[in-house]
């Protein structure tokens, strides 16, 4: 079973970094695409992608980050990270880990296997 692991959250100034980690676990992380979703407080605000990661190590950002914030993986450490600057208030969420056996994920499908989450609070 695909377990992920998520570290790094916290509460940060406008303008501050935050570098997230995610250990994988119980497949080979390799071939797995690996993706940051968030999910921000509020009725009606739905998980939306951040970052992505493919097998080949293409990158995709949603273009509110584009440019702050930046997606790695180290296939030998079974890790993938999310490195966020400059950060602004609206960067407020949960952040999700997420794994799938598709070469890039995008969008999460029924075989998405999930973090618990980390908390990053942005003050201005």
């Known amino acids: 079973q695909v377990q992920l692991v998520e570290s790094g959250g916290g509460l940060v100034q406008a303008g501050g970094s935050l570098r997230l980690s995610c250990v994988v676990s119980g497949t080979i992380f390799s071939i797995h695409a690996m993706a940051w979703f968030r999910q921000a407080p509020g009725p009606g605000k739905q998980r939306e992608l951040v970052a992505a990661i493919a097998r080949s190590g293409r990158t995709d950002y949603a273009g509110s980050v584009k440019g702050r914030f930046t997606i790695s993986r180290d296939n030998a450490k079974n890790t993938v990270f999310l490195q966020l600057n400059s950060l602004k208030p609206e960067d407020t969420a949960v952040y999700y880990c997420?794994?799938?056996?598709?070469?890039?994920?995008?969008?999460?499908?029924?075989?998405?296997?999930w973090g618990q989450g980390t908390q990053v609070t942005v003050s201005s």
């Open positions: 997420a794994a799938d056996l598709n070469p890039i994920l995008l969008v999460a499908t029924t075989q998405t296997s």
